[in-house]
């Protein structure tokens, strides 16, 4: 199994709060693997770690045999990886099919090319019918789903996904499942996502690590990492698999 | 040039710096507690020196004695302004928030051109050209009495916010804007009460520099200016960095007019601010935010 | 080129902007001496407005010190031909690359070590007031007693030098605005137009998505300083004398930023319908105030300010979107 993304050893200090502690994990190629964790357990910087937004006080990135870590944000991103953020951030003023179109544009230099990619894309979340809208007038779940689409217009290989699922009823959760997947299986782009949603953990990840207090508890099949003693005690608790 | 040359001119260019680090508190409160810039901070000060000269020439009433009225005045203007124009603009961006007050100063400076006309004017009071010696120092009676008037305004704002329920009401909302509305704090009051604090300082400072400069209504943005160098060098939100940027900026002024050519003064400011910015763009005494 | 030009633009604007161009070229033949000079300002401010929005409106970045710009390319073009003789139109390979490194050491300084926001704003008005200072006592181009161009009653235009009758330079201010707004309008639908709207959005995610923020700011930057460059060599041939405390003086800055702000920052005809709105406004007012023999120093400011006041607080895009909308023309973005 060749590892697209190779995270060794990720420690990540903030004026002495250890928020990654020593976390190592591989994600092959083509795989949807899920970081889960209570709220505060590290997971969004790491990913922000992965993203070239942080450097990590200690341990490497690689993605594909190169080193990410050190590079800034928009060299991960053309490199190929691709990110949404926890809290959505779309261009507010552009329209929807701008906000798709400037991601294209990395990589379809003519506006006309990147617009017909924009538009394969927008078709296949959803969002085609609201190409026309400024993005700031959008509903929360089409924000998230324009969140996705503007990553997916950069054409990553591994695309980090920041709790996409969150603040989406269980319909829309599926909604995004499904086309999640369908990237996945049909354009071979590998997913590492962080989300709070285990029925979208259960539903798309093939493996889960479990992070608590910056640390890595558990890692492994979704089924066998749920029944960990560890990780029942110290995150899914009561609320067990919601 | 003999030492006591340079010794007089930083000790005048710390007395003068500390009017200055007066005129900055004020824009330093705005920010701090409204995160607003306010652009027209120069423009408000020179409102406060016209006042103290009008005054003066009327009623030949020192400026330090009016001091406390001018700043009245100034605070109701302040306040009227935030309430007015200023907080409807809290949530806008924030070249919106700038353009804004630059449209206020823009009125203001203009305005007092109509009014008092280009020319320079300045108060004549009986202690004009006193001085006192103090060993080897000749220091300028003006100098004395304004900074003093600073040291004593800026020791009263100190207090008021430390030991007042007002002023603790008021960094209240400045450290956590939720936690202040969800505490029911009227959030908008108190950003207009702070405005009008901003501008009562602007305006006392104005009454004292009144003594040692003459004023021109195109004096406004030069101080606009100058505030935002000495409060970007002593950290911006922060008080004391206020002060300190003052006296930095006032005695950094008087040095390069002593040394260079007065009109290269304002370069060495310039100087200054670039450098922090670069360097130190939280300032001296400010945290790191940005 | 000519397909990316009019892809998209409704036949109404089209039909608007050819008919505002026809009766702009024909106006000299028209209009007297008085309203030349006013058309000319209005252009001047209309091209100076269209370049600052290229860093502000599309990059998000917001410069108070455009003045420097006009200032370099102004004493630069002068005095290449004030002191040898040198055509503008040679001055220009100097005042670009001079305007241009202005910027540049500006955007480096602010990009490099993350000045942004309104510190930015600052460090703008910090180098503008440098150059004023600076050039107070930059004896070789008058230093703060001015900078004159030689001037005489011309019978035949001389373009060459730049010497001669107001109509020649109208049609020189009108060409510049005319190429001006279509660099933009082709910028705006390239890809580097979407980068800078993106970076004007939200930094941070525009990065995310792989564009390299840092050096499309530059570009920005650098675009921006030569075009407003390029006005300064105009400023200088057209009114023949520079002072450092007028030429880079903040007021200068601000009166070039208005005309977009009210027109409406990021838009297309914002800075021209800005430009028209607040100089034929002003000139107006200053003719009913000159009618009742009131000539105060102030009033045009105040009532700019007013302006600015009325435009910032009920049309915060400005006016162009609300009348293109009036017009039922939609600027696809703004």
Same mark, same amino acid.
């Given at each position: 199994?060749?590892?697209?993304?190779?995270v060794q050893n990720v420690t990540k200090r903030f004026r002495g709060l250890l928020a990654v502690d020593n976390v190592s994990l591989?994600?092959?190629?083509?795989?949807?693997?899920?970081v889960?964790g209570p709220n505060g357990a590290g997971k969004t910087t790491l990913f922000n770690v992965?993203?070239?937004?942080y450097r990590p006080d200690q341990g490497?990135?690689?993605?594909?045999?190169?080193?990410?870590d050190?590079?800034?944000? @928009?060299?991960?991103?053309?490199?190929?990886?691709?990110?949404?953020?926890?809290?959505?951030?779309?261009?507010?003023?552009?329209?929807?099919?701008?906000?798709? $179109?400037?991601?294209?544009?990395?990589?379809?230099?003519?506006?006309? @090319?990147?617009?017909?990619?924009?538009?394969?894309?927008?078709?296949?979340?959803?969002?085609?019918?609201?190409?026309?809208?400024?993005?700031?007038?959008?509903?929360?779940?089409?924000?998230?789903?324009?969140?996705?689409?503007?990553?997916?217009?950069?054409?990553?290989?591994?695309?980090?996904?920041?709790? !996409?699922?969150?603040?989406?009823?269980?319909?829309?959760?599926?909604?995004?499942?499904?086309?999640?997947?369908?990237?996945?299986?049909?354009?071979?782009?590998?997913?590492?996502?962080?989300?709070?949603?285990?029925?979208?953990?259960?539903?798309?990840? /093939?493996?889960?690590m479990v992070l608590h207090h910056g640390a890595a508890i558990?890692?492994?099949?979704?089924?066998?990492?749920?029944?960990?003693?560890? %990780?029942?005690?110290s995150?899914?608790?009561?609320?067990?698999?919601? | 040039?003999?030492?006591?040359?340079?010794?007089?001119?930083?000790?005048?260019?710390?007395?003068?710096?500390?009017?200055?680090?007066?005129?900055?508190?004020?824009?330093?409160?705005?920010?701090?507690?409204?995160?607003?810039? =306010?652009?027209?901070?120069?423009?408000?000060?020179?409102?406060?020196?016209?006042?103290?000269?009008?005054?003066?020439?009327?009623?030949?009433?020192?400026?330090?004695?009016?001091?406390?009225?001018?700043?009245?005045?100034?605070? $109701?203007?302040?306040? *009227?302004?935030?309430?007015?124009?200023?907080?409807?603009?809290?949530?806008?961006?924030?070249?919106?928030?700038?353009?804004?007050?630059?449209?206020?100063?823009?009125? &203001?400076?203009?305005?007092?051109?109509?009014?008092?006309?280009?020319?320079?004017?300045?108060?004549?009071?009986?202690?004009?050209?006193?001085?006192?010696?103090?060993?080897?120092?000749?220091?300028?009676?003006?100098?004395?009495?304004?900074?003093?008037?600073?040291?004593? %305004?800026? *020791?009263?704002?100190?207090?008021?916010?430390?030991?007042?329920?007002?002023?603790?009401?008021?960094?209240?909302?400045?450290?956590?804007? %939720?936690?202040?509305?969800?505490?029911?704090?009227?959030?908008?009051?108190?950003?207009?009460?702070?405005?009008?604090?901003?501008?009562?300082?602007?305006?006392?400072?104005?009454?004292?520099?009144?003594?040692?400069?003459?004023?021109?209504?195109?004096?406004?943005?030069?101080?606009?200016?100058?505030?935002?160098?000495?409060?970007?060098?002593?950290?911006?939100?922060? &008080?004391?960095?206020?002060?300190?940027?003052?006296?930095?900026?006032?005695?950094?002024?008087?040095?390069?007019?002593?040394?260079? /050519?007065?009109?290269?003064?304002?370069?060495?400011?310039?100087?200054?601010?670039?450098?922090?910015?670069?360097?130190?763009?939280?300032?001296?005494?400010? #945290?790191?935010?940005? | 080129?000519?397909?990316?030009?009019?892809?998209?633009?409704?036949?109404?604007?089209?039909?608007?902007?050819?008919?505002?161009?026809?009766?702009?070229?024909?106006?000299?033949? $028209?209009?007297?001496?008085?309203?030349?000079?006013?058309?000319?300002?209005?252009?001047?401010?209309? +091209?100076?407005?269209?370049?600052? =929005?290229?860093?502000?409106?599309?990059?998000?970045?917001?410069?108070?010190?455009?003045?420097?710009? $006009?200032?370099?390319?102004?004493?630069?073009?002068?005095?290449?031909?004030?002191?040898?003789?040198?055509?503008?139109?040679?001055?220009?390979?100097?005042?670009?690359?001079?305007?241009?490194?202005?910027?540049?050491?500006?955007?480096?300084?602010?990009?490099?070590?993350? !000045?942004?926001? %309104?510190?930015?704003?600052?460090?703008?008005?910090?180098?503008?007031?440098?150059?004023?200072?600076?050039? @107070?006592?930059?004896?070789?181009?008058?230093?703060?007693?001015?900078?004159?161009?030689? !001037?005489?009653?011309?019978?035949?235009?001389?373009?060459?030098?730049?010497?001669?009758?107001?109509?020649?330079?109208?049609?020189?201010?009108?060409?510049?605005?005319?190429?001006?707004?279509?660099?933009?309008?082709?910028?705006?639908?390239?890809?580097?137009?979407?980068?800078?709207?993106?970076?004007?959005?939200?930094?941070?995610?525009?990065?995310?998505?792989?564009?390299?923020?840092?050096? +499309?700011?530059? +570009?920005?930057?650098?675009?921006?300083?030569? &075009?407003? /460059?390029?006005?300064?060599?105009?400023?200088?041939?057209?009114?023949?004398?520079?002072?450092?405390?007028?030429?880079?003086?903040?007021?200068?800055?601000?009166?070039?930023?208005?005309?977009?702000?009210?027109?409406?920052?990021?838009?297309?005809?914002?800075?021209?319908?800005?430009?028209?709105?607040?100089?034929?406004?002003?000139?107006?007012?200053?003719?009913?105030?000159?009618?009742?023999?009131? @000539?105060?120093?102030?009033? #045009?400011?105040?009532?700019?300010?007013?302006?600015?006041?009325? !435009?910032?607080?009920?049309?915060?895009?400005?006016?162009?979107?609300?009348?293109?909308?009036?017009?039922?023309?939609?600027?696809?973005?703004?």
């Amino acid at each position: 199994m060749s590892a697209l993304l190779s995270v060794q050893n990720v420690t990540k200090r903030f004026r002495g709060l250890l928020a990654v502690d020593n976390v190592s994990l591989d994600v092959a190629e083509g795989e949807i693997f899920a970081v889960i964790g209570p709220n505060g357990a590290g997971k969004t910087t790491l990913f922000n770690v992965i993203a070239g937004v942080y450097r990590p006080d200690q341990g490497q990135v690689a993605f594909a045999g190169h080193r990410l870590d050190g590079k800034t944000p @928009d060299q991960v991103c053309r490199a190929g990886v691709g990110r949404t953020f926890q809290i959505v951030r779309p261009f507010p003023a552009l329209s929807v099919e701008d906000n798709v $179109v400037v991601g294209a544009l990395l990589r379809h230099r003519g506006l006309r @090319d990147a617009r017909e990619w924009a538009h394969k894309i927008l078709r296949r979340l959803d969002l085609f019918d609201k190409r026309h809208q400024p993005a700031s007038e959008l509903t929360l779940p089409d924000r998230k789903r324009l969140e996705v689409a503007r990553a997916i217009a950069t054409e990553p290989k591994l695309l980090l996904l920041d709790e !996409v699922m969150a603040g989406l009823r269980p319909t829309e959760t599926d909604r995004m499942v499904a086309a999640l997947r369908r990237l996945n299986q049909e354009h071979g782009v590998t997913i590492l996502l962080i989300e709070h949603v285990m029925r979208a953990v259960m539903a798309l990840a /093939s493996r889960v690590m479990v992070l608590h207090h910056g640390a890595a508890i558990a890692q492994g099949r979704p089924d066998e990492v749920v029944r960990d003693p560890a %990780v029942v005690q110290s995150y899914l608790g009561a609320e067990a698999v919601g | 040039m003999p030492a006591e040359i340079y010794l007089n001119v930083a000790v005048s260019g710390i007395l003068t710096g500390l009017v200055y680090g007066l005129m900055a508190l004020g824009l330093s409160v705005i920010f701090g507690v409204i995160r607003i810039v =306010n652009f027209a901070h120069g423009e408000m000060m020179t409102i406060g020196m016209y006042i103290a000269i009008a005054i003066f020439s009327a009623f030949k009433l020192d400026p330090l004695v009016m001091m406390v009225p001018i700043a009245a005045v100034l605070f $109701v203007f302040g306040y *009227a302004l935030q309430a007015s124009l200023i907080n409807p603009f809290i949530n806008r961006p924030e070249h919106s928030q700038f353009i804004l007050l630059v449209a206020v100063a823009l009125v &203001m400076v203009n305005g007092l051109l109509i009014l008092f006309g280009p020319d320079a004017k300045n108060v004549q009071t009986t202690y004009a050209f006193d001085s006192f010696l103090i060993g080897p120092l000749i220091v300028d009676a003006t100098k004395v009495y304004a900074g003093g008037a600073a040291v004593l %305004v800026s *020791a009263a704002l100190f207090a008021f916010f430390r030991f007042s329920h007002l002023g603790q009401a008021i960094r209240a909302c400045a450290d956590n804007y %939720v936690g202040a509305l969800v505490v029911g704090l009227d959030v908008r009051r108190l950003y207009a009460l702070t405005f009008g604090i901003g501008a009562a300082c602007v305006g006392a400072a104005g009454a004292m520099l009144v003594l040692i400069i003459d004023v021109t209504p195109a004096l406004g943005p030069a101080y606009t200016l100058l505030a935002f160098i000495i409060v970007i060098t002593g950290g911006l939100g922060s &008080m004391p960095g206020a002060l300190l940027g003052g006296i930095l900026i006032g005695f950094t002024e008087a040095m390069a007019g002593l040394l260079f /050519s007065p009109s290269a003064k304002s370069m060495f400011a310039f100087g200054l601010l670039v450098l922090v910015l670069l360097f130190r763009p939280q300032g001296i005494m400010g #945290k790191r935010a940005i | 080129m000519i397909g990316q030009m009019f892809e998209g633009v409704p036949a109404r604007a089209l039909a608007c902007g050819a008919l505002l161009l026809a009766a702009l070229l024909a106006a000299p033949y $028209v209009v007297n001496d008085y309203l030349l000079t006013v058309l000319i300002i209005i252009l001047y401010y209309a +091209y100076t407005g269209q370049a600052w =929005n290229i860093m502000m409106g599309f990059a998000g970045q917001l410069s108070l010190g455009h003045a420097l710009y $006009v200032g370099l390319g102004a004493y630069t073009a002068a005095a290449f031909y004030v002191h040898f003789g040198i055509s503008p139109w040679i001055g220009i390979l100097a005042a670009i690359p001079i305007a241009i490194a202005g910027g540049a050491i500006i955007g480096f300084l602010a990009f490099r070590f993350r !000045v942004g926001g %309104v510190y930015f704003a600052i460090l703008t008005i910090a180098f503008a007031e440098f150059a004023r200072v600076g050039f @107070d006592h930059f004896n070789w181009v008058g230093g703060s007693s001015g900078f004159f161009l030689p !001037v005489a009653n011309y019978a035949v235009s001389d373009l060459w030098n730049l010497r001669g009758k107001p109509m020649m330079f109208y049609y020189l201010i009108l060409a510049m605005t005319v190429l001006a707004f279509v660099i933009c309008r082709l910028l705006l639908t390239s890809r580097i137009g979407y980068f800078w709207l993106a970076i004007r959005e939200d930094e941070e995610a525009a990065r995310a998505i792989g564009i390299d923020t840092f050096r +499309y700011k530059m +570009y920005a930057v650098i675009l921006s300083a030569g &075009m407003t /460059s390029l006005a300064g060599i105009f400023f200088a041939f057209f009114y023949n004398n520079l002072f450092p405390e007028q030429v880079f003086h903040i007021s200068r800055s601000i009166e070039l930023i208005l005309a977009p702000i009210i027109g409406g920052v990021g838009t297309l005809f914002g800075p021209i319908l800005g430009a028209f709105l607040l100089t034929g406004l002003s000139e107006t007012m200053h003719a009913i105030l000159y009618g009742f023999g009131i @000539d105060i120093p102030g009033v #045009k400011q105040v009532f700019y300010g007013l302006c600015l006041l009325f !435009v910032v607080i009920v049309l915060p895009h400005g006016v162009w979107p609300w009348v293109a909308r009036v017009l039922g023309i939609k600027e696809r973005r703004s």
